[in-house]
């Protein structure tokens, strides 16, 4: 076990056995990279003006980028030593942190922005608890999944645009609906809803024609973000057939300003369900690829009750990461240094742990009570919606922090 000597850092979900990567500002100082430590934010410029990065011969303007892009093509030889350098700094009772008041800076006194430049993003379809609810509701209760679902890592590509970070606020959106009686009519969507999910973040790139198989797949994957992939239900139901989602899910997605190495999840690996069929080789993986990372959704209504919706778990996923990148990779798509790539929305066994409104409330047909005795089917104007997720095995705390937002009236 590590000690740390940063006082009431070792029970957080910044512990040092996380070390996530961030991009932080303050009024006195424009963008820059940071890690954290318990309650404090850790400004990697001062800990490189310092010293403890130089044997590894990083340019010093990295430290001052608005993302952590070019941080991540430095390649995982330097920036997982750049992590463990500061682990050992701050176990170091006598480390040269300690020598600078501009290392450290309270959380509350900072701004933290979106951590990468998103070039492409990817939204999978990965829980087989969720893509089971949504056959029941929608298709046939005895067969709900569709026949490729245990055959492929089902998956499309959605908008980096509209990629935020937590704490950015978003407007209901407006589009095309279709009631049940009558032509379709244009305006506000009623059904709003969040998706939890957790994404992952590519930190090498290809080129065009290469394929990354599952053993490999983690020296492409830098780490994790906690993910809320907003959708519009009643917009999406009229137009996702036949080419899928577009405007009900390209309004916005919400990230976790923190981006937590898959080096920090380790400890956290867990065996996946059995795949059944087996799966074609391509596919196939060896080791323990699933993380127990624990999951809770809360609704904050306007008066600022907190209602749980959902406390479920990343390990729940039929499909893993390193199979979501080789499928997606197979036929020589190339990926780029800051790609996105989310889980899809990840439910649970039972109601308790459902990743949506639309699981929840079983497609509005059954609200749910809140603590100030209001019903919700769907999100309303000025709920806020939260996420948390951590990781907790042997002492040893690893946490994503929050992605929040709350949904406004429309425009």
Known sequence: MMNCWIEGSENTNFSIYNIPFGIYTTEGRSKRMCSAIGDKIIDLKVVAILGVFDLLNIPMPIWEEDYINDF???????????????????????????????????????ELHLPIKVGDYTDFYSSIEHATNVGMMFRDPENALLPNWKHLPVGYHGRASSIIVSGQDIHRPKGQTKPADRPPIFGESQRMDFELEMGFVIGKQTNLGDTIPTKKASEYIFGMVLFNDWSARDIQK??????????????????????VTLEALEPFAVEGPVQDPKVLPY???????????????????????????SRSNYKYMYWNMEQQLAHHTINGCNVNVGDLMA????????????????????????????????????????????????????????????VTAKILPSL
């Open 72 to 110: 991540m093509t430095l390649g995982k030889e330097k920036t997982s030593r750049v992590r463990t350098l500061l682990q050992e700094e701050l176990s170091n009772p006598n480390s040269v942190l300690k020598t600078n008041d501009q290392v450290f800076i309270d959380k509350d006194a900072v």
């Open 238 to 259: 009229w137009e996702y057939v036949p080419l899928g989602p577009f405007l009900g899910k390209s309004f916005a997605s919400s990230i976790s300003p923190w981006v």
């Open 283 to 309: 596919l196939q993986y060896s080791g323990k690829k699933n993380y127990d990372v624990n999951l809770k959704v809360s609704l904050i209504t306007e008066n600022g009750d907190e209602n749980i919706l």
């Open 343 to 402: 889980s899809g929305t990840i439910s649970g066994k039972d109601e308790s742990s459902f990743g949506s409104m639309l699981e929840i409330t079983w497609a509005g047909k059954k609200p749910i009570t809140l603590k100030d005795g209001t019903t919700r089917k769907f999100i309303q104007d000025n709920d806020r919606i939260t996420m948390k997720a951590y990781a907790f095995k042997d002492g040893k705390r690893v946490g994503f922090g929050d």
